[in-house]
């Protein structure tokens, strides 16, 4: 077990909220076929500022549900795959904007898996150290990646961010088991191909679209509904736990049908599913803290709980937990 406790939590999602129908006035889709491939009936876009900004609002409002100010942080990490820029780190931006300096601000990037990627970084800093109070947000602003000429992969995704607070503890809290891995031989399966050092930006980069979202949507699906499953299987075992155990279940909400695949096979009640799927689209790395943080305020998630987590994502890559609130 390693242990750690909650402290806080926080999100931020901007204000301008998307319709299926809006979208639909654009691109050749419609709500009907969103909602049932998807589950997915709006989503946020950030009409102005960069992740940072809204990773720093999430940290400052996990930092307040702390009871703690920003500049009492041993440890900034942020989970993205949309970062603001090449270098430096979102981290450091959001750093800067949270007006707080000299403890380490670093990126996670395992796409849609940073935050619980981050999540295991932050166990192990406070395995070593329990006094650190450290910060581990998902943040993303994907609005600005995606080609609104490619319905199979515009109508899916979101901005938001939410952030986790975490320090060491005596009590028997965190995370009772978790196992993480990916796979680099499927890396051009999901991802922004130009942009980077392989495919630097030039005129035909911008011409062939390949600075947005690209991806092999039924691969990825098949993918993320067998390494969630079993991510969550293998925790609740290593744990020896059952799925009766699980009080709630935040999955990555990527798509309702991934989200119900990981029910059948894991056997844990539907009714322990904590989704935000419908309001918000996917999120990638900022699904889980986002509904994380939903979930504490409405109750459904307290002291106490067994709480499953699992995500998947680019890289290809995987991470799931069980954590004891
Ligand atoms: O967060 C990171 C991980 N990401 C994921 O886990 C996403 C995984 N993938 C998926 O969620 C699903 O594969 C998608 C939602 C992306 C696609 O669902 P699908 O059931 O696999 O649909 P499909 O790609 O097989 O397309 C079925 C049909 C196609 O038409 P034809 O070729 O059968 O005539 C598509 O062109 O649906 C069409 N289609 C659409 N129609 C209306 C694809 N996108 C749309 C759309 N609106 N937005």
Not at 85 to 99: D, I, N, R, V, Y
Not at 100 to 107: R, T, V
């Amino acid at each position: 077990m390693q242990r750690f406790k909650i402290i806080g939590t926080g999100s931020f999602l901007p204000d301008n909220v998307v319709t299926n129908d809006e979208l639909a006035k654009t691109v050749d889709t419609s709500d009907e076929w969103i909602r049932e491939r998807t589950g997915i009936g709006a989503r946020r876009y950030a009409l102005e500022g960069a992740t940072s900004d809204l990773a720093a609002e999430a940290v400052r409002r996990a930092c307040d549900d702390a009871g703690m100010a920003a500049s009492e942080l041993d440890a900034l990490i942020v989970g993205t795959c949309t970062p603001d820029t090449l270098f430096p780190s979102t981290a450091c931006w959001a750093q800067g904007k949270l007006g707080i300096q000299g403890m380490p601000a670093f990126d996670v990037m395992a796409a849609c898996t940073s935050w619980m990627y981050g999540i295991k970084v932050a166990a192990d800093m406070i395995a070593g150290n329990p006094s650190l109070k450290i910060a581990v947000c998902g943040a993303e602003t994907f609005s600005r990646i995606l080609d609104f000429e490619d319905r199979r992969t515009c109508v899916l995704f979101g901005d938001g961010a939410g952030a986790t607070i975490l320090t060491g503890t005596q009590e028997d809290t965190g995370l009772l088991a978790s196992n993480w891995g990916s796979d680099g031989n499927l890396a051009s399966i999901l991802g922004v191909p130009g942009g980077g050092s392989a495919k630097p930006s030039t005129h035909a980069t911008v011409d062939a679209r390949e600075h947005f979202v690209y991806m092999e949507g039924g691969k990825v699906f098949k993918h993320a509904v067998t390494a969630m499953s079993s991510g969550v299987l293998k925790a609740l075992a290593d744990a020896n736990l059952t799925a009766d155990d699980v009080d709630v279940l935040l999955p990555h909400q990527a798509n309702k049908r991934i989200m119900n695949a990981c029910l059948d096979r894991t056997h844990i009640d539907a009714s322990r599913v904590f989704s935000v799927i419908e309001k918000y689209g996917n999120i990638s790395a900022a699904s889980i803290p986002v509904a994380l943080d939903e979930a504490r305020k409405a109750g459904a998630l307290v002291d106490g709980h067994k709480l499953a987590v699992t995500a998947f994502g680019g890289g290809l890559t995987w991470g799931s937990g069980v954590i004891q609130m």
